[in-house]
């Protein structure tokens, strides 16, 4: 069965910056959760930010894969740099993915790490960019294909279109066929 990396504040985890979640109710989520698809993540608390913790932006709104590049950093309102954290947090949301087979997620919109449509421009100042999150932007590079949270059935549609088939390994001791 196919699985899917999934934001913890969305399924009511209270991992957010200002201690708080953002359960989604959705169908589509209630179904997934029934049918055990969902492989939990919160890359800021993966890379070990606190709860709560500081807001933070992308400086610039210059995108996950500016971050990823070295081009930009990640800093909190007071001006402190969390970009190692956001980095690490990053490479423990794309390597649980790797090791669970995962090839799709959906994260929470907006967010430095998580967003995948928009993210904040960096000024605290609730002005909006076009861009991908730190994690979304690995992710993506690593080709699995991510999702925000107003993109439920489009998100199914896609992890049902990969099929549930799980990968067919011949034991060591079974004849193989030609
Ligand atoms: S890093 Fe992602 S999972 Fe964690 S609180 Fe922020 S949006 Fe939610």
Not at 90 to 115: F, Y
Request: with cysteine; glycine share 12%; net charge neutral.
């Amino acid at each position: 069965m196919q699985l899917i990396l999934v934001s913890a504040c969305l399924l009511g985890e209270a991992v957010r910056y200002n201690g708080l979640d953002r359960r989604s109710s959705h169908a589509v989520l209630v179904r997934w959760i029934e049918e055990r698809r969902i492989v939990p993540i919160c890359p800021e608390v993966a890379g070990g930010l606190l709860v709560p913790r500081p807001p933070a932006e992308i400086v610039g709104g210059a995108g996950g894969g500016a971050v990823l590049r070295g081009a930009s950093t990640v800093v909190t309102d007071g001006g402190v740099d969390v970009t190692d954290a956001f980095r690490r947090g990053a490479e423990v949301a794309l390597s649980t993915a790797l090791a669970r087979g995962v090839r799709v997620a959906l994260l929470k919109e907006g967010s430095p790490s998580c967003g995948s449509g928009y993210i904040y421009d960096g000024t605290f100042s609730g002005s909006r960019r076009d861009g991908l999150g730190v994690t979304a932007a690995l992710l993506q590079s690593a080709g699995i294909r991510v999702f925000s949270e107003h993109q439920f059935e489009d998100a199914d549609r896609y992890l049902r279109s990969l099929g549930d088939a799980p990968a067919v390994v011949p034991a060591e001791d079974e004849p193989r066929r030609s």
